[in-house]
Every structure is written in C-alpha cells, then in structure tokens.
C-alpha cells in the first residue's frame, strides 16, 4: 500500500470532527496481518473531557452479528445443527407462525429455519413504522421497555419466544429483510450448547483470539473507558448525549438477563481487530483456529437466490449479496466501489463499520459513537481512500 495516500483519512475524519459530526473516532488498516495505519481522533466523550484512545470501550450493536454467526458455524462444523433444522425445534412459540398483509393475518406456508435466521429472510422484523410487522414489533419492544425499567428482566431465551408472537413480514424464504433473525439465532445457540450465550462466546471465541475487553457488560474498573453514544440534533444541529434502552440494551454495568446475538456486545478496536484477521485468514489466528477454511468460505459466499436479491439493492447492501450477517460485494458498478470482489464485513447503528478483503489480504475498521451512522457518505468516503491506496 501507499501509506501516505492513508493520511487523507486523517482529513476527511478531521473535517466529521470539526463540523461537529462525531466526538471521535478509532480506525485501522491492516495489509498481509501487518497494522499499516492506526490513529485515534477527537473525543470519546466530550463532557468528561476524555480522548479517544487505543482502549476505548465501544458498543458494537450490529457488529455483535457477526460475532453471532461465527458461533453458530462453530455448532455446524460439530455436526450438532443442520441448518435445515426448523427454529421450533429448539425454541417454543415458532410452530405455527403468522404473516401479516393488509392487516390479516395469514399462516406461514413453511416454517423458519436456522438458514433463514443466518441470512436474515425469515421475515422478522424490527420494530418501526415503515411495514405492518414492524408496527407490531414496535409494540413488543416499547411494551418490554417499561417493564425493563421496572426492574423486569428477560433472558435471551424469553426473548426469542416472545419475538415470536409477533407477524412476520412475508413467508419465510421469500424475500430478505433486516430484523431480530440474530437474536434468536443467540437463544438457539444456547439451547445448543447448554450454556449461557456469553458463556459459549468466550470459551469458544473471545478466549482463544485473545479478546479480552469483548462481552455483554464491562467490569467496574473498565467502565471509564465505554465511549459516550451521541445522536445528531437537526433542530441544534449539534451533537447530544443518546440514553435510551435502545434494542432492549441496558448500561454494561453488570451481566444483563437478555444478552442480544443482534446489538449487544461491547469491544475494543484491537479486539475487533482479531475477530476479523481470524475471518480473513479462514478460520486461524496466531496458531488459533475457530472455524475451518471452508467454512469461512461458505459464511462468505452470497446465499441470496435470484428473487431475493433485490430486497438488498438500496443503500448501504446496494451491490452486495448476503449471508451469515455479512454484505459480500457482488457488483463493483452497482455499488459504486473500488473495492474488490468477494469484499465483505458488516457496520453497526453508532457507525461501528469493516470491510474485509480476501483478494487484497486487508482489513479497514473504523469505530464512531453517533446514532443511526451505519453505513454513510463518510464510511464510503473513508474506504473509497483504502482501496485507492492498495498497490
């Protein structure tokens, strides 16, 4: 790579810090396992006067999802699921699920597999007001809100059964659409495996990679180092402190009952940074291996069928296919990129955002705080700069 053509990183995560777009930010590239750019930007919180720095603790929120389908390809490669296997199998409430469409409700023509939930097409739903499911999650997710702050509990498993009282969107299989697919998929793996979900996710991941600030909470003596959530005021067009049990998270201050596959584990950059060189380097990390070589190739591999795919072509999956939580970029001119074929990774809702690429041998991460970031102008920006800089 041109390390310097790396440096206009620096300008245009500057320039998002000076408008007053983010309080900070934490970025990576990595070329050959090889750190080639590592910097750290403004604040990761702005009241306490507290920099960004090499340790600082972030919310993955979506980036927990990859994290989740790792785990759930540890249980396939033992031969312990089949992903045909039916989610009712291991959950209760899935035996006979409903779909929603112009407010009738309509029974499902099949039923939800472990392969819908992976690649997100068994038509569950977050909550929202922009499809009749959604409406109806959203009643679920406020409804459990108040009773979480009133003291109310609900493991990972409540919740997947009580996720599933709710309509679908469409027939499972028959299209694609981002939801609670991942937090199921967690209550699976623990029914699996016998164990707590988090429990499962640091015996068989976090301990081996050596991740040793990733989990559902974060310790007392490291609590200073969480970055603050923000969310961009349009009226004040400024930055503001975001507190809310968003996706039925809680603070981080002590193990939670509900432990999200979806949104809800924290981590550090350099955490994230053995997560994905494990999945670049198939599986292996320093002499630790998670997953077999043809695994990873199959979690990487488009699992989209033709009439799904164009239930992804808007936004930040515009040119990608999907699978097992991970956009992998199946049209160049349709996504507008110069990022190679076969690219893939994933972004979180505070901005949380990598691209993995097998044919490059490199890794870009870039962490942020600020609500509803995801996958943006910036992030696009931002890669467009990496690719540009590969020899």
Same mark, same amino acid.
């Given at each position: 790579m041109y390390i310097n053509k790396l440096d206009y &990183?620096?300008? *245009?995560?500057?320039?998002?810090i000076s408008d007053g777009q983010i309080s900070g930010a934490s970025t990576a590239v990595l070329k050959g396992g090889e750190v080639v750019f590592r910097?750290? /930007?403004? /604040?990761a919180d702005m009241e306490k006067g507290k920099k960004m720095s090499s340790d600082t603790i972030f919310r &993955?929120?979506? &980036?927990?999802?990859?994290?989740?389908? *790792?785990?759930?390809?540890? &249980?396939f490669e033992r031969g312990l699921i089949d992903l045909e296997n039916p989610v009712k199998k291991y959950i209760s409430g899935y035996e006979n699920m409903y779909v929603i469409k112009d407010g009738k409700y309509i029974p499902a023509n099949s039923d939800i597999t472990l392969h819908n939930l992976l690649n997100m097409t068994a038509g569950m739903v977050y909550g929202g007001d922009w499809c009749e499911s959604c409406a109806e999650m959203q009643k679920l997710y406020d409804e459990l809100k108040i009773r979480m702050a009133n003291g109310e509990e609900f493991t990972t498993l409540q919740v997947a059964e009580l996720l599933a009282q709710k309509p679908l969107m469409f027939q499972p299989g028959e299209s694609w659409t981002y939801g609670t697919c991942s937090d199921v998929m967690g209550a699976v793996i623990e029914k699996v495996s016998g164990m707590k979900f988090s429990e499962f996710l640091k015996k068989e991941i976090f301990e081996p990679l050596g991740m040793i600030d990733t989990g559902f909470y974060i310790p007392s003596e490291k609590y200073d180092r969480l970055a603050q959530i923000y969310y961009y005021d349009e009226v004040k067009k400024k930055l503001e402190v975001f507190n809310d049990l968003h996706l039925l998270l809680t603070d981080y201050k002590k193990p939670p009952a509900f432990e999200s596959g979806g949104a809800g584990l924290v981590s550090t950059l350099d955490d994230y940074i053995k997560f994905t060189s494990m999945l670049l380097n198939k599986g292996e990390y320093k002499g630790n291996r998670i997953l077999g070589r043809k695994t990873v190739e199959y979690m990487t591999t488009n699992q989209m069928t033709d009439y799904q795919m164009p239930a992804l072509y808007y936004g930040a999956t515009k040119g990608y296919g999907y699978g097992n939580y991970l956009r992998i970029l199946t049209d160049k001119a349709a996504a507008a990129t110069n990022a190679s074929l076969g690219e893939f990774g994933w972004d979180g809702w505070t901005g949380d955002y990598v691209t993995i690429s097998p044919k490059d041998n490199m890794i870009f991460l870039y962490f942020?705080?600020?609500?509803?970031a995801g996958c943006n102008e910036t992030t696009r920006k931002l890669r467009q700069i990496v690719y540009g800089a590969l020899k």
């Open positions: &990183l620096s300008e *245009v995560i500057n320039k998002e910097k750290e /930007y403004g /604040y &993955l929120f979506s &980036l927990t999802k990859p994290i989740t389908a *790792v785990a759930a390809m540890i &249980l942020i705080q600020r609500c509803g």
